[in-house]
């Protein structure tokens, strides 16, 4: 590892700013955001090539909201899609959890990857 990924790689302190916007953010639909403990390993995982950082997490977020903030919120519980950054090649799979009179996205995983496949549908974004 060199000196400089030390400045690169997401802290816990980062990452909680990270879920507070997006609660602030996905909040107005009624939908919560949770990060799993994988999501958040893997965010600082080396097989990313490039670290994932919390500035491209927060445009993800923001990006996807503006595009398919209703829809995201329609989905029936268990629903599952993948957040797809066409500029980032950042993609995150997630679920969403029916929690009685909010929704909440689980993001399960993250991962940068430029041929990512997915079963379930790809929510992409520029």
């Known amino acids: ?11 816990p302190k980062q990452m909680m700013d990270v879920e507070k916007f997006c609660d602030a953010l996905w909040g107005k639909l009624g939908i919560d955001v949770s990060f799993t403990k994988h999501f958040i390993e893997r965010v600082n995982d080396e097989r990313n090539g490039k670290d994932i950082t ?3 997490l ?3 977020f923001k ?3 503006e ?12 629903a599952e899609a ?12 997630f679920v969403v959890k029916d ?15 430029q041929d990512f496949k ?9």
Not at 2 to 10: A, S
Not at 99 to 109: F, L, N, P, S
């Open 58 to 60: 927060i445009r993800l």
């Open 82 to 93: 993948v957040f797809h950054d066409l500029l980032t090649l950042v993609n995150l799979p």
């Open 118 to 126: 997915s079963t379930t549908p790809l929510l992409s974004v520029k």
């Open 99 to 113: 929690r009685g009179d909010t929704k909440t996205i689980v993001a399960k995983t993250v991962m940068r990857k």
């Open 1 to 11: 590892m060199k000196l400089n990924d030390l400045f690169e790689r997401v802290s």
């Open 63 to 65: 990006k996807e909201y």
């Open 54 to 56: 919390a500035a491209e």
């Open 67 to 78: 595009k398919y903030g209703k829809s995201v919120a329609k989905m029936d519980a268990e």
